[in-house]
């Protein structure tokens, strides 16, 4: 049995728990952390604690060897509210194009 086409690289590996145990694999062996089923304030505290924990030593993800990243508008950063600096995760709930109409998709 084989994979065609052959990826060019190993795949990023992402742990998916909500345990205690599933952070530190994750933190240990992994790219990245899915959650399991866990109240707000347990996932909070995990979050918090990967911020906290993730060595900063590793590349986790390896740069884009094709295509370009996008320009970040320092107007769109947020502060969090006082009292939720570590964990706090903006959701972005709409997205809209600012670019030109000329070649865009109709709605």
């Known amino acids: ?3 065609k086409p052959k990826p060019t690289k190993v795949p990023d590996v992402w742990y998916a ?8 694999r994750a ?9 399991g089923r866990s109240t707000l304030n347990t996932y909070k505290k995990r ?8 060595p900063k030593n590793r590349d986790y993800l390896a740069p884009p060897t094709v295509g370009s990243l996008v ?6 950063l947020v502060t969090p509210p006082k009292g939720m600096e570590s964990g706090y995760v903006p959701i972005a709930t709409r997205q809209e194009w600012g670019g030109s109409t000329a070649n865009s998709p109709s709605p």
């Open 27 to 35: 933190l240990a062996y992994c790219e990245g952390w899915l959650p």
């Open 47 to 54: 979050v918090e604690k990967m911020h906290r924990s993730w």
């Open 17 to 24: 728990g909500g345990t205690p145990a599933s952070v530190r």
């Open 1 to 3: 049995m084989g994979f």
């Open 71 to 76: 320009d970040l508008d320092p107007a769109l």
